[in-house]
């Protein structure tokens, strides 16, 4: 277990899930991209325990040449730090899948991103601002309960419930990879841009699920306004620094329930 343990550690510190619009690939057409940028220490470290290479990168639409690679996998030495832009994007139907053709203006080639699997995109968009209604993607609502969900995979989970006066309550469940090496332990520490801290003493630590813990505990509304104009740069329970996956998602999905009715 502590092995795997720190494998998933690892994997986290270095496949940070990038600022992908996986709710909308369609948007990225036209804009630029850069991809994930590692050291050769970095690709290192990756290499004995297999992930140092790239899927889903063809040539061509019909996957039948691995750009650079073989077997559907790219080596990331091929790819790293490279910014490229978004030429087209093309949705197969058959495939459910999103073809984002790339290019440097010399050759072109094309990434494979799933549609309903969860499928981490090694790069990020360079200029493409999102529209406030696009993160209402990650929001479904229960009208019988009046209650509204946000999470973003095994990052965090956000509840909110407005009762029968309006008045709205929140609980947030916060997710890692790391172990803490405890369970039941009360507290979590939230690190804000500019270098605001919020303080949840009442947050409980706990096991989830396999290699995961989960912290979690109701948040006021003061804090639910922070959390929305502010990215979230690190957490801390049980006396470990913790890195936070996708504050631009989690802020702006705090923002969107904020105004939710």
Not at 107 to 123: I, M
Not at 137 to 147: E, L, P, V
Request: glycine fraction near 6%; charged fraction near 30%.
């Amino acid at each position: 277990m502590k092995k795997f343990t720190l494998l998933c550690a690892l994997l986290c510190t270095f496949f940070a899930f990038a600022q992908f619009p996986e709710k909308d690939p369609l948007l990225l057409k036209g804009h630029k991209i850069k991809m994930d940028d590692y050291s050769d220490e970095d690709l290192r470290r990756l290499a004995p325990i297999g992930f140092d290479k790239y899927e889903n990168f063809y040539t061509d639409m019909e996957h039948r040449k691995t750009y650079k690679g073989t077997n559907s996998q790219t080596p990331i030495k091929e790819l790293r730090g490279r910014v490229l832009t978004v030429s087209d994007v093309v949705y197969n139907e058959k495939q459910s899948a999103y073809w984002i053709e790339l290019t440097d203006g010399i050759e072109k080639f094309y990434y494979r991103s799933y549609k309903d699997e969860k499928q981490t995109a090694p790069f990020k968009p360079i200029d493409l601002e999102y529209a406030p209604e696009y993160w209402d993607k990650y929001i479904s609502a229960d009208s019988k309960h009046n209650t509204f969900t946000a999470n973003k995979d095994l990052h965090f989970n956000i509840v909110k419930r407005v009762d029968a006066k309006g008045k709205a309550g929140y609980y947030l469940s916060l997710y890692s990879g790391y172990s803490t090496d405890c369970t039941d332990e009360k507290g979590v520490q939230l690190f804000l841009e500019g270098g605001e801290v919020l303080k949840f003493p009442n947050f409980i630590v706990d096991h989830a699920i396999g290699a995961l813990y989960m912290a979690g505990g109701f948040i006021e509304e003061s804090s639910v306004k922070k959390l929305s104009e502010k990215e979230i740069t690190g957490m801390k329970w049980c006396e470990k620094e913790i890195k936070f996956y996708e504050p631009i998602i989690f802020k702006n999905i705090m923002a969107r329930l904020s105004t939710t009715k």
